[in-house]
C-alpha cells in the first residue's frame, strides 16, 4: 500500500486566499484525522471522521476551517480566508479502528 | 478529556548510551499509550505501543513501561544510535473513543 497521500507538500499563499489540503486514506481505513503541528502547540488533533461522518470536531479553530469527507477514499481540509497565523504543517492520519494510526507526510502551509 | 505531560522536551545522549522519555495522563480511562517518532520532514510513525493490562513491552532497544495506578508510562531506548535523533510523541486513548491526546513531544539528539 502507498500509505496515508497527502496534497500539495507545500503550500505558499497570500493572507486572505483560500487553501485546501487533500488527504487519501489507507484503503479500508475506516477512521481518518486531521492534525495541525506548529512548534508552538505541538500537534493538535481538529477534526476526525468514522465512515466518512465527522465525529468530533472540537479541535477545529474558528469557523474558517471546515472538513468534509465525500467518500472513503478521500477528504479536504479547506480555510478560507487563510490567515498568517495558519502557518503550521498540516497532517492527515488513518486508521483501522481504535489502532495505529498512520500518518502521511503532511502539508506545510505558508500564509503571507 | 485528557491531558497528556511529556518530559524532557529536549534530551541529548552519547551514542550508546541510554535514553529515558517519560509521560504523564489524567484520566484513568485511558488504555492505549503509543509511542511515535518524527524524522525531520516526515509525519510521525508508531514505533511501540502498549495496552492497560500490561506492564511492559519490548522490542530489540525500545521498551515502554505503564503504571496505570500513577498514571506514567515511559519510552526507554538503549545503545542509542545516531539514527535513533527524532522527535518522540507519547499519547494515550480514552476507553471510550478514538482520540488520541499527544504530549508536546522530545526532541531526542544521539552523538556520535
Known amino acids: 500500500d502507498a500509505g496515508v497521500i497527502q496534497s500539495p507538500r507545500h503550500e505558499v499563499t497570500e493572507m486572505g486566499q483560500e487553501v485546501t489540503l487533500r488527504c487519501k486514506p489507507i484503503s479500508g481505513h475506516d477512521y481518518l484525522f486531521w492534525y495541525r503541528q506548529t512548534m508552538m502547540r505541538g500537534l493538535e488533533l481538529l477534526i476526525y471522521?468514522?465512515?466518512?461522518?465527522?465525529?468530533?470536531d472540537s479541535g477545529m479553530p474558528e469557523d474558517r476551517f471546515s472538513a468534509k469527507m465525500p467518500n472513503a477514499s478521500f477528504s479536504t481540509l479547506k480555510i478560507q480566508p487563510s490567515e498568517p497565523r495558519d502557518s503550521a504543517v498540516y497532517f492527515c492520519?488513518?486508521?483501522?479502528?481504535?489502532?495505529?494510526?498512520?500518518f502521511g507526510p503532511g502539508t506545510r502551509l505558508t500564509v503571507l | 478529556g485528557e491531558n497528556v505531560e511529556q518530559h524532557p522536551s529536549t534530551l541529548s545522549v552519547q551514542e550508546g548510551d541510554s535514553a529515558v522519555i517519560k509521560c504523564t495522563y489524567s484520566?484513568?480511562?485511558?488504555?492505549?499509550f503509543p509511542w511515535y517518532k518524527q524524522e525531520l520532514g516526515k509525519g510521525p510513525q508508531l514505533i511501540i505501543d502498549?495496552?492497560?493490562?500490561?506492564g511492559e513491552k519490548k522490542d530489540q532497544r525500545i521498551a515502554v513501561t505503564l503504571n496505570k495506578t500513577a498514571k506514567h508510562f515511559s519510552l526507554h531506548i538503549t545503545e542509542t544510535q545516531p539514527e535513533d535523533s527524532a522527535v518522540y510523541f507519547c499519547a494515550a486513548i480514552l476507553n471510550t473513543g478514538n482520540q488520541f491526546y499527544f504530549g508536546t513531544g522530545t526532541s531526542l539528539t544521539v552523538i556520535p
Open positions: 471522521f468514522n465512515n466518512n461522518v465527522p465525529i468530533d
Open positions: 484520566d484513568s480511562a485511558s488504555n492505549y
Open positions: 492520519a488513518s486508521s483501522l479502528g481504535r489502532g495505529e494510526q498512520f
Open positions: 502498549i495496552r492497560s493490562n500490561v
